[in-house]
Every structure is written in C-alpha cells, then in structure tokens.
C-alpha cells in the first residue's frame, strides 16, 4: 500500500505533537494507529488498527484522527480554564458505490463510543423509505423515531438526496425540515452522516438553507485503484479460507484495469465488485470440485483462474 503510506507520512506531523508531546517520532512512516497505542486504552487501541488495516480510506482516517487529537486537547484545554469551541461532528461521506462509506460510519461509531463522544456508538442505516411517510405528518413522525432510534450512536442516511428528488410537494423535503431541526436541538450524544454521489450530495445541500452548517465535516471517498482493488481481493478470500492463486490473480488484474481504464465505464461498483466476482468464483469452484472423488485441503482453498468469469 504504496499510496496509502505516503499519504499517512505527510499528515503525521499534524499528530506526532499531540502523541508524542516533547519526544520525536520513532519513524516517520509509522502507521497513525501504531502511533497512538501508547496513549490510549485498549478497545480504542483495537479499533484504530482495525481502521488503519482497511484499505485505501486515507481521508477518513485522516479525519478521525484528526478529531481523537481535538477531543484530547479540549480536555488539556479545559483543565488550564481555556475556551472550548463547540464541536459538531455531523458529516457528508461523499463517493461511489463499494468505497467503504458503511463499514467507515459503523466503525466510526465504535470509535466514538470509547472515545466518550456516543454513549452506545451503534449505527442505524436508513434510506428515503425508512424517512418518508405516506401522508401529512407521517414523515415528520417517522424521522423522529429514527432518530430516537439512533440517540446515543449514528444515523447514516445513504443516498441522502433521494430526499430531494419529488420536488416541492414531496414528503421528502418534509423529512429534510424535520432532520435539519432535529440536528439543530440534538447536540450531544448523536451524530448523523448523510452519504451519496458526490455531485449529488453538493446539490442535496442546497435543498435547506440550515444543512451546509448543520455538517461541518466533509470526507471523500476515492475510488480504489486497480493495486488496491486486488489487495481486497486477496483480503476477501482469505477472511472465507480461501487463496487466490497467481493465474486467478492476474486474471482479475487484467479485469481490473480494463475496467478502470474505461473511459465509458459508468456504475462500477469498487470493493463490491470484488465481492461479487468472489462470491461468484466460489460457486463455480464448487460445481468445478463435485467432479472430483477425492478432494485436498489445497483443492478446497485455491480459487483458479477459471473459476471467475471475468
């Protein structure tokens, strides 16, 4: 993870003061999670390194750590009497399909719960379906039970500007109304992330003069490259106790970079792409193996080439 090192090289210096106070780093290409181990306690130690063993997401792993620095030095801040700013933590995912905008809120949450920020950290995951009801009034009462629902974690609402999409008389600008008002008397032990496409997301915020402020917090979602790609592939396969062998690997690299190489390539889905070749692979494998009387450990594991239909 070339990219992904350099990236968390250049934006160590803005944390090393916060971890290391008065000592200088042991290496300045020392993952940020390794970094804050020594400070922090157990469950939060796990949960930054699962963070930083995902793939790419050098954005938001940026900001989080960016957030537990603020959230220590407030702390400092307040012993010595100094004036605390008001932090909101509401945030816009911005990104394509597959580029990890669930797994980020669910494992934000987490985080935010041991960091002392969320009581309980949980995620609910809602859509325009779950926000709009069916009548005057409805959908102001579903929002609200939602967002009781979600009091003490996150309510991540994807493809946030579906909302926007009935016009004026839709019920899902009365959605909106209620959310912004609901963002503006809920400011502690709740946070929401609205996530979608990128343009989309520029536009949805326009809908309500009240939601640019209402989300100070904005992380972008790159798409994967093809390196990175076939990285989750191999984590894939492995969290089922599979191995792709070097044949199988190249084939989807060459996939990958027809793909990604497409200038008319429109609706690509990333990691979950990924995820449904394996998927794929491993029912093809299957049949492929029911032919045999006698099956290895290694016949069970490998997924081959002509497993995937690439």
Do not use: W
């Amino acid at each position: 993870m070339k990219q992904q090192s350099e990236s968390i090289s250049a934006s160590n210096p803005n944390r090393i003061q916060v971890v290391f106070k008065r000592d200088p780093p042991k290496k300045t290409n020392e993952p940020l999670s390794a970094s804050i181990n020594s400070i922090v306690h157990s469950e939060l130690s796990i949960l930054f390194n699962e963070l930083e063993g995902l793939v790419g997401l050098t954005e938001a792993k940026k900001t989080i750590y960016e957030i537990y620095a603020l959230h220590q030095i407030n702390k400092e801040r307040e012993k010595h009497g100094l004036h605390l700013e008001k932090q909101v933590f509401h945030m816009v995912f911005k990104g394509n399909p597959g580029t990890g905008k669930t797994t980020v809120a669910r494992l934000f949450g987490k985080i935010f719960r041991e960091m002392g920020i969320l009581t309980k950290g949980h995620l609910i995951e809602v859509e325009r379906a779950d926000l709009v009801g069916e009548f005057i009034g409805h959908t102001a009462q579903k929002t609200r039970e939602l967002v009781k629902k979600a009091m003490g974690g996150i309510l991540f609402i994807d493809e946030a500007y579906s909302l926007a999409r009935g016009g004026e008389k839709d019920f899902g600008k009365e959605a909106v109304d209620c959310l912004t008002k609901s963002l503006e008397d809920l400011n502690n032990d709740f946070i929401c992330i609205i996530a979608g496409y990128n343009e989309e997301m520029e536009n949805f915020l326009e809908l309500n003069p009240g939601l640019p402020s209402r989300f100070p917090i904005h992380i972008d979602f790159s798409d994967y490259n093809v390196d990175e790609l076939l990285q989750i592939a191999h984590i894939m396969t492995k969290n089922k106790d599979f191995e792709l062998t070097v044949e199988a690997s190249d084939k989807i690299r060459r996939s990958l970079m027809t793909i990604v190489n497409n200038p008319f390539q429109m609706n690509f889905s990333n990691a979950r792409h990924i995820r449904n070749c394996i998927e794929k692979a491993i029912r093809v494998q299957a049949v492929r193996l029911l032919r045999s009387n006698e099956l290895s450990r290694e016949d069970l594991i490998h997924l081959k080439a002509e497993d995937f239909a690439l």
